[in-house]
């Protein structure tokens, strides 16, 4: 257990509005990953953080803002959501292991409508 | 770029039978490879990793064997349970040092008692 955790697990809201997802982590690793899961598409990565204050874009990143003020804690911002971003996100850690291994919490599931 | 091509699904097989998923891999360099599996309404959990050519990962049964000379890392079992059922991901680490995994599109797996 990698003691991740992700807030809300559920939300539905609407086009326009602001979101933000939190991933939260108990044991101070270094990076962790915001993802997108959608149909067809596998995982993507959204954004990354390989440290406080230092963040890194992923493939698709237009639409996402995401901050790191603490090691623990990993948000993921909508600014104003539409409804192609109704998706499943993932948020993951990478242990300082070597072999750059990821484990993932739960899972949000954000519906746009 | 770094890219991931996995098996299309959905597959389904009766219990007891030998699983193959097929994994491809485009990457410079010598990536770790990695097998992830996704329980129903669940995250991504590590199932297996190779980190270099010729390694074999291995767990709860299943195996894949990182072969470099034909870009592959197929995911095997000899003997398929109900509990199997899951969607299983492919992904690498092309170790281009900020610990970016790619993954394919997922392969659906049903075993049928």
């Known amino acids: 257990d990698a003691g991740i955790t992700q807030s809300p697990r559920h939300k539905v809201t609407e086009t326009g509005t602001p979101v933000t997802l939190r991933c939260h982590q108990t044991?101070?690793?270094?990076?962790m990953y915001w993802y997108r899961q959608d149909p067809g598409h596998g995982l993507r990565l959204i954004h990354y953080?390989?440290?406080?204050?230092?963040?890194d874009k992923g493939e698709v990143s237009d639409g996402y803002s995401v901050s790191r003020s603490k090691t623990e804690d990993f948000l993921l911002t909508l600014e104003s959501a539409t409804s192609s971003q109704t998706s499943v996100y993932f948020c993951?850690?990478?242990?300082?292991?070597?072999?750059?291994?990821?484990?993932f919490g739960p899972g949000t599931r954000l519906t746009v409508l | 770029g770094d890219s991931v091509t996995q098996m299309e699904g959905p597959v389904t097989l009766s219990e007891e039978a030998f699983l193959t998923i097929n994994c491809t891999y485009t990457?410079?360099?010598?990536?770790?490879l990695f097998w992830y599996v996704q329980y129903p309404g669940e995250g991504l959990q590590l199932l297996l990793k190779?980190?270099?050519?010729?390694d074999k990962g291995s767990n709860k049964g299943f195996e894949a064997t990182y072969r470099k000379e034909t870009t592959s890392f197929h995911l095997e079992k000899g003997s398929v349970q109900v509990s199997d059922s899951a969607v299983y991901f492919c992904?690498?680490?092309?170790?281009?040092?900020?610990?970016?995994?790619?993954f394919g599109t997922g392969t659906r797996l049903t075993i049928i008692p």
């Open positions: 992904a690498l680490d092309g170790r281009g040092g900020n610990e970016k995994l790619t």
């Open positions: 990457a410079t360099g010598y990536p770790s």
């Open positions: 953080s390989y440290g406080v204050k230092d963040t």
């Open positions: 044991e101070n690793h270094r990076y």
């Open positions: 993951a850690i990478s242990t300082p292991d070597g072999t750059d291994t990821q484990y």
């Open positions: 190779a980190t270099k050519a010729d």
